[in-house]
């Protein structure tokens, strides 16, 4: 079936069966474009929680699924492709946490929404990148908190703070793999640009950031900033929205770093969020599966954490290095 096609049947079937397109900025282009929210993990999950759809599909990852089958249990969730999973997600387990909290008793959980529902129902509160600091700062300062799983966010919100939170030892494989060099090399070709780059980065990529901040917080900077060129630290997903709101300005993707012998590709892609595409999402409408299922008692354990985490107001975007 043509592309276009494609798309006339898709908005038909969400029109006929009440149903909503949630879509993650890492996606492809094509599915942010047909989807009725596009958004960052915090958004995402607001407009989740506030929809009259009968039927959600989340396109991105799946722990994204699990949170809207927890804010909306009496609505069909559903996901283009069920294997999209989350390697942040997939490094901390919530037997392994619940161990490790078992170790620091009189400690607070702050885990980040890149976690399994499990993980939810064993933290007190949820963040995205969007909220953490603001999160994090709700807490006294001589407060005892873990966070997980992502070390990188955990350490920023650590120097950023003055804080001692004792951090998860998991990360992004995306974030985790972006190329210092490749980076000072798009800086000497392109001198004005500035350099955007999300927490998930290790802290030598930091280090170089005219501006740190969540994927949204990226975006507005973008937009907001006199500058005309940018050099973009995170999934090049968000490229997509960058260019469509800024179309006078030019936006060049970070490498990511690559073994001895391999063919460097010039943008850092999450294979799991690309897993999300037009055919699997018309598939999804019209069997309307694969569908999410969370039991009904780690629904309940995981929404209050999730709910802490709407309940923030005003979420602010992450404060640059420079």
Known sequence: MKKEQLKREIRQMCKDKNAVILAHYY???EVQDIADFVGD???LAQSAAKTEADIIVMCGVGFMGETCKILCPDKKVIVPDEDAGCSLADSCKAEDLKAFIDEHPGYKVVSYVNTTAAVKALSDVVVTSSNAMKVVETYPKDAKLIFGPDRNLGSYINRMTGREMLLWDGGCHVHGRFSLEGINQLKKEHPEAKVLVHP???VEIQKVADEIGSTAGLLKFAINDEAQEFIVATESGILH???EACKDKTFYPAPPMCGEGEKCPLEN?????????LEKLHAALRDEKPEV???????ENALR???KML???SPLPLKGQK
């Open 269 to 277: 892609v999450c294979q799991y969020m690309r897993m999300n595409t």
């Open 305 to 307: 954490p999730i709910q």
């Open 311 to 313: 309940r923030t107001p």
């Open 293 to 299: 299922f969370v039991s009904a008692s780690l629904a």
């Open 200 to 202: 998930e980065c290790p």
């Open 241 to 243: 929205k960058m260019q």
């Open 41 to 43: 993990s915090l958004a």
């Open 27 to 29: 996606t492809d282009g």
